[in-house]
């Protein structure tokens, strides 16, 4: 998946897939460690995300209340 494609939701879906995939017996090392990077991946991306978004929402709010004044 391409990082211009990836979405907040895409990612968290990958997250779930790997998830079941890692709880799989038959996973070898080498795939399960390939899975556990991409998931730390998309960990990091998903919480970028979120910091984007608390950011924006605090800078919203403030504008917001200094509107109201």
Do not use: H, P, V, W
Not at 18 to 31: C, E, K, P, Q, W
Not at 50 to 69: D, V
């Amino acid at each position: 998946m391409e990082d211009n494609e990836l979405t907040f939701e895409k990612a968290l879906k990958r997250l779930g897939e790997i998830t079941a995939a890692m709880g799989s017996s038959d996973i070898s090392l080498d795939d399960g460690f390939a899975l556990f990077e991409e998931g730390l991946k998309l960990c990091q991306y998903c919480s970028g995300k979120l910091e984007e978004y608390q950011i924006r929402l605090e800078e919203l709010t403030a504008e917001g209340s200094k509107e109201s004044e």
